[in-house]
């Protein structure tokens, strides 16, 4: 074991991942776990900016490849959610119902989303009509609610679900295929961004999205070794289109149903993979592009020389603020000391410190966040200097947290060894011959469960089945799961 | 009366304002209204995004001015519900219910928001501790939900409301009442923008928010007389923070209870009057800040001169793409006319046309949506040529609509006159003795609601209550609404 991967492993979100996380949740004012609804909270000023700028970057890429944004209903009819069976199936047990008289004194009930299909596609249904239509694409950034059974936890586990779902409706399974490829790159690229690494696997059949053909899930690791499904990609076929009776005149001339998508990015998740990955025992550590505050300016007041210092500090916030999201902490009633501690704790990038030394040699203090360092810089090269430095704490919290995920990854090829790496928090990789029984057996002896192959790459197993020892088809990856 | 306001008065959205209304919500791609649960409607692309263009106009200053944007839940709980006597007398008829089994099989109701102060003020209560916790000022834009028992209408009079809504906490009386102007001046100026005209209507007593100490409205005029709440700045003294128990420490070391304010912008009518105020029997007029398409750029092709033309549109395109949002409509399987006829439906603020004369004269022709005027302007100074006329669109949009609102207030001495002005789809301006009686009076013979007096300016009356001809004790003006 390295000597950073043994340093992550004494972090206090590797040994006490809960109480640090909401600690931090309280403290760096991310979000509020009190209200008295279970499963639903409240999002306090920098998670709900976080979210923000989050939704921005995916709805920049989003509207850049055709995606339209329109918005749909919270609700849906009884008898529209009915329409798709595997879809009713996999959802009914945990909607929120609105029971209401009608205007008549009917009983009647409304499904609240726990997705969009059976509100979206009634309106595809109108709207489609030929191939001049396709492909539809459109998004929405909304809540979604589902009745979790399991235990609530928040922004991992919540009843009310922040996320952006995107919907499209394809002439050709081909071209069906390539959207799945644009929704992956688009997702990628935005976790990239945010330094988050993840794992891109195919979910077997048994745990596909209710209604798909096939899912693709972005597991990130997280440091309790839950991984935490941030984003998925569904092919649904034409279940939906059969169902919803969406079809479009061929250029032919015949008539066929459509092929459609659905994918969605849960915005408290990948909230939760930018805490956990990033952060450290002094608190957060933000990505630039998120980050409230990405510059805090701290004069270091000595006697009798306030005055230059405080004007000194002023003019190199005045530097800064055009290009950064800068604040100067001119507090008086606090001391430098507790100031470093704070900005710390609310994960600021990049961190400048001002005193007399910095006025005398012209020059500016720089802390980064991510690696504690003292850089300093000459004050005509500060906008330049930082600059490089943000690009290269971006870097290196993506190229940290990549590292993490592969030192996480445990190959297993006897169910005690896969066992052992769950407990140890890790992501057991093993070989499966595909059936169902063995599924079973792994969940069941190795204490996790089964996030499915790599999508990405293939991967061929090199030895058998890690359940029944007969030949293996796949290399499948197993944990613990948020 | 003027020529401008007969022509005004001769327009389709004056004569027959519900089908000229409908109809353009569905052609210019506005919202669907098909969708099968009463008052909930899709906002399609032009829709939505305009919403988000103003959500993005008002959500920047309100965080100018220190307003923390948050995400609350839609839920409270039954409990919390009740707890402002008045607030639930208001809103108790028109909530939306979740009913549920709770783990342990007991019944439980979740009310969804018809409004967010019953789900914010408990969460208020924990953070506010000490006149250093104050201002508090929070905002969200989310949709809210209210069981309308009067006939829905898009737009207008929906179940499913996408609002802004603030709400702020202050030491003292004096503080709120400051944040009352600030509400106003932060709305007044997103409606400025936007060429919005409106009456800033302090409500009566007996119309004020439930809960609040008084109201403060905007009321924009519309075509079919029925003025249209766009938004309101309640200040609610301390009947929620007594009934919800915050409290804070004041300097002196002794506890008080806080002085609240809620405000809120909804974003469906904000949408519904740009479309009704500035919009003409061609469609829409949008104004630049919010227009999908700020400029469409048409060729006009000659036979043997197809390829410079296509060339010169594309050097002019890539000319007015970085400062505009810019559409070059090569489509070849329509004509130039259904172009034009297509882009002023759809409202774009300015068309240039090119053909082999623009080439020649090395000029562009442009029109604007407005007046429909042509202008011709040199190519070199094209930018410089787009920009002021894109100022001058807009100043004539709020003008022209400025003037509008003042032509359809009619002063009215007699009952009789103002039944007349109501008949007529305008506002009638009244003296008042400031009774309910006489209010119960005017509503019944009048046809319209008191909607209240200016607050922006103080006005005398210089005649008896309409009413009951004793003394009057201020202006009002009465009108139908929706």
């Not at 008898?79 to 205007?103: C, D, P, R």
Request: aromatic residues 10%; charged residues 30%.
């Amino acid at each position: 074991m390295s000597s950073e991967s043994q340093q992550a492993i004494s972090l206090k979100k590797f040994t006490n991942f809960t109480e640090w996380f909401d600690e931090l949740l309280l403290n760096a004012r991310i979000a509020d776990n009190r209200f008295p609804v279970k499963g639903f909270i409240v999002y306090l000023e920098n998670g709900a900016y976080i979210i923000k700028r989050v939704r921005e970057m995916l709805e920049e890429k989003l509207e850049k490849t055709g995606h339209k944004l329109m918005m749909f209903p919270l609700v849906t009819t009884e008898e529209l959610f009915a329409k798709e069976v595997e879809h009713i199936k996999g959802f009914s047990t945990e909607v929120f119902v609105i029971e209401q008289k009608s205007e008549k004194g009917a009983e009647r009930r409304l499904i609240i989303r726990p997705t969009s299909e059976t509100i979206m596609y009634p309106m595809f249904k109108l709207w489609i009509r030929s191939h001049a239509d396709l492909p539809l694409k459109v998004h929405q950034s909304v809540n979604v609610y589902r009745y979790e059974t399991k235990a609530t936890r928040a922004l991992y586990r919540v009843r009310e679900i922040p996320w952006n779902e995107a919907h499209t409706a394809h002439e050709t399974p081909s071209d069906a295929e390539k959207q799945v490829k644009e929704a992956i790159e688009i997702y990628s690229q935005v976790l990239k961004e945010l330094g988050i690494s993840f794992l891109l696997l195919k979910r077997p059949d048994f745990d596909k999205f209710a209604g798909a053909v096939y899912s693709i899930a972005f597991d990130s690791w997280n440091p309790d070794g839950r991984v935490n499904q941030v984003a998925t990609v569904h092919n649904l076929g034409r279940n939906f289109s059969k169902a919803y009776d969406i079809t479009f005149e061929k250029k032919d001339g015949s008539r066929g149903y459509v092929y459609q998508l659905c994918y969605g990015f849960g915005y408290s998740r990948v909230l939760a993979a930018i805490i956990a990955q990033h952060g450290d025992d002094r608190g957060l550590v933000l990505p630039p592009p998120v980050a409230p505050t990405q510059i805090v300016i701290i004069p270091i007041l000595f006697k009798g020389q306030e005055k230059e210092v405080m004007d000194y500090s002023r003019s190199i916030f005045n530097e800064l603020k055009d290009n950064w999201r800068t604040v100067l902490d001119d507090r008086e009633d606090i001391t430098p000391g507790e100031k470093f501690y704070y900005w710390e704790m609310m994960g600021v990038p990049v961190r400048v410190e001002i005193g007399p030394k910095e006025i005398l040699e012209e020059k500016v203090t720089l802390n980064r966040r991510d690696t504690l360092e003292r850089i300093q810089c000459s004050r005509s090269n500060l906008v330049e200097e930082v600059k490089k430095l943000m690009e290269n704490l971006m870097q290196n919290l993506r190229e940290r947290s990549e590292r993490m995920l592969y030192k996480l990854i445990i190959d297993a090829t006897t169910l005690e060894e896969a066992a052992k790496a769950i407990d140890n928090k890790c992501i057991a990789r093993v070989a499966w011959c595909s059936s169902i029984e063995c599924a079973e057996k792994i969940k069941e002896k190795a204490g996790g469960e089964i996030r499915g192959e790599r999508y990405d790459i293939a991967e061929h197993p090199d030895r058998p089945c890690i359940a029944c020892g007969q030949q293996a088809k796949t290399i499948i990856y197993v944990a613990r799961a948020y």
